[in-house]
T-cell receptor, first 114, second 114 residues
Framework: KAGVTQTPRYLIKTRGQQVTLSCSPI?????VSWYQQTPGQGLQFLFE???????NKGNFPGRFSGRQFSNSRSEMNVSTLELGDSALYLC?????????????FGPGTRLLVL | GNSVTQMEGPVTLSEEAFLTINCTYT??????LFWYVQYPGEGLQLLLK?????DKGSNKGFEATYRKETTSFHLEKGSVQVSDSAVYFC?????????????FGKGTTLSVSS
């Protein structure tokens, strides 16, 4: 079974631009979560989608948004990019929701904002 | 609030040495606990998990026991290999919500030399 895939793997943008990242979950998985990883803040939860609805949201500004499609694929968008948005963005999928579910991570998209 | 504290790294060991990486948590209720590993340039891979007190998770020679009385989930391996060099993250599933958001520790870098 194929793992979680993320595209693109690398991105370079300039301040003020916007960016869209894509995530395809493991086949059959219905929950998709996004995390931001930076050297300073570590791994931080952005949001979770299940059945095309955002179910949980982390403590990030409204510039960060996402959506999930009927085939469970998900996209996240960051508008008006800031230098501090440079990070590795990780997508994770799980079959269902709940604290016991295992999340499986993709390789990430590395975003550099200049 | 919920949080995870890991021992600061880096941890440097010789091949076949014993490994312990300490992890303690603060959480309401009964979280699930996870260890993830991240190899250079890659996403996170689940190493092991435990979903209730006294559960022992194990995989690839690594073990960790969910200790509710000490709120700990220390990672151990009896004999490390060079290929175990990576960053290790302890995490808990956020309790009190119906989602699958993970809260991570800062990560511990392990370097094993031959």
């Amino acid at each position: 079974k194929a793992g979680v895939t993320q595209t693109p793997r690398y991105l370079i943008k300039t301040r003020g631009q916007q960016v869209t990242l894509s995530c395809s979950p493991i086949s059959g998985h219905r929950s998709v979560s996004w995390y931001q990883q930076t050297p300073g803040q570590g791994l931080q939860f952005l949001f979770e989608y299940f059945s095309e609805t955002q179910r949980n949201k982390g403590n990030f500004p409204g510039r960060f948004s996402g959506r999930q499609f009927s085939n469970s694929r998900s996209e996240m968008n960051v508008s008006t990019l800031e230098l501090g948005d440079s990070a590795l963005y990780l997508c994770a999928s799980s079959y269902d929701r709940g604290r016991q579910e295992t999340q499986y991570f993709g390789p990430g998209t590395r975003l550099l904002v200049l | 609030g919920n949080s995870v504290t890991q021992m600061e790294g880096p941890v440097t060991l010789s091949e076949e040495a014993f490994l312990t990486i300490n992890c303690t948590y603060t959480a309401t209720g009964y979280p699930s606990l996870f260890w993830y590993v991240q190899y250079p340039g890659e996403g996170l891979q689940l190493l092991l998990k435990a979903t209730k007190a006294d559960d022992k998770g194990s995989n690839k020679g690594f073990e960790a026991t969910y200790r509710k009385e000490t709120t700990s989930f220390h990672l151990e391996k009896g004999s490390v290999q060079v290929s175990d060099s990576a960053v290790y993250f302890c995490a808990l599933s956020r309790q009190g919500q119906a989602g699958t958001a993970l809260i991570f520790g800062k990560g511990t870098t392990l370097s094993v030399s031959s």
